[in-house]
């Protein structure tokens, strides 16, 4: 597997940049995995999907769709795709250092 240095910690990532173990993961790494991202700050609604996908992940092993995403975390699709232009699920599941959702492209 290959590694890389985010926020000074060596982690375990896939050929996708997913972390392979989430509990290397820490939240002083979420904002230079944003940035990476293109989102130049975190906001409260980005810590919400952020955690909220953490807490999918540690529950079922997968984090959630965009659909569910939406209905359930408290944040609406629309204002998911403000948040995380590029793929909500997807970006979000990169920037929260869980795996990639089943069902993302």
Known sequence: MPTRTVAG???????EGFFV???QWTEAMAPELAAEEGIAALTDDHWTVIRFM???YAEKGTGPTVRVLGKTSGVPVKELYQLFP???AKIAARVAG???PRGCL
């Open 86 to 88: 590029k793929g909500p």
């Open 21 to 23: 173990d989430p509990a």
């Open 54 to 56: 953490r807490s999918e």
């Open 9 to 15: 910690t060596t982690v375990e990532v896939n050929d």
């Open 98 to 100: 869980i795996p990639k």
